[in-house]
């Protein structure tokens, strides 16, 4: 079966760090980009960012570029998601899914069942 | 960056209803639009890719249509199951998201 697994909840302070994972297993890990979708307390989707994982290359999301760090470790079919110093506007439900298609017709064909960040003092 | 739109935001329809959802992207995207399903506390799910291919395994009273600029996604005869948020997306140019259409009871 194909599916992305991820971590834990995670109850942070402001201005701590953090990284949360996405395993993925089923499929050729290094085959499809990883990216990772915010959905904060009661709002939408925003894309953050993905990952390539045969070379963890990544492209961002202006709103993003430079608040998170995407990265992986395709010896453990691994993706991360990264803060160096969380804030409040941090709590929000994070997943990951996997990117399929081709030529562009690029869609997010599986989705890791989220983990819920909190940031509060 | 690509804009995406949706409308309307929130609808209520009665289970066998046909249901319409737009979505307007801020410049042409080909057909490179995508359609997902969300239940309250569940992580989305794939209904419809590149405007009009149906993911497998979702049923067939879910279709979507359109290029360019202006996209639908209809349910044909709404079921129980089928109440949940849905969100267009674009594949032009990375990824955004739509604001989303809440599918509620009548």
């Known amino acids: 079966e194909v599916q992305l697994v991820q971590s834990g909840a995670e109850v942070k302070k402001p201005g701590e760090s953090l990284r949360i994972s996405c395993k993925g297993s089923g499929y050729s890990f290094t085959s499809y980009w990883i990216s990772w979708v915010r959905q904060m307390p009661g709002k939408g989707l925003e894309w953050m960012g993905r990952?390539?994982?045969?070379?963890?290359?990544?492209n961002y999301s202006p709103s993003f570029q430079g608040h998170v760090t995407i990265s992986a470790d395709k010896s453990i079919s691994t993706a991360y998601l990264q803060w160096s110093s969380l804030k409040a506007s941090d709590t929000a439900m994070y997943y990951c899914?996997?990117?399929?298609?081709?030529?562009?017709?690029?869609?997010?064909?599986?989705w890791g069942k989220g983990t819920t960040v909190t940031v509060s003092s | 960056d690509i804009q995406m739109t949706q409308s309307p935001s929130s609808l209520s329809a009665s289970v066998g209803d046909r249901v319409t959802i737009t979505c307007r992207a801020s410049q042409s995207i080909s057909s490179y639009l995508n359609w997902y399903q969300q239940k309250p506390g569940k992580a989305p799910k794939l209904l419809i890719y590149a405007a009009s291919s149906l993911q497998s395994g979702v049923p067939s009273r879910f279709s979507g249509s359109g290029s360019g600029t202006d996209f639908t996604l209809t349910i044909s005869s709404l079921q129980p199951e089928d109440f949940a948020t849905y969100y267009c997306q674009q594949s032009y140019s990375t990824f955004t998201f739509g604001p989303g259409t809440k599918v509620d009871i009548k």
């Open positions: 899914a996997r990117q399929a298609g081709l030529n562009y017709y690029y869609y997010m064909d599986v």
């Open positions: 990952i390539d994982p045969s070379d963890s290359y990544t």
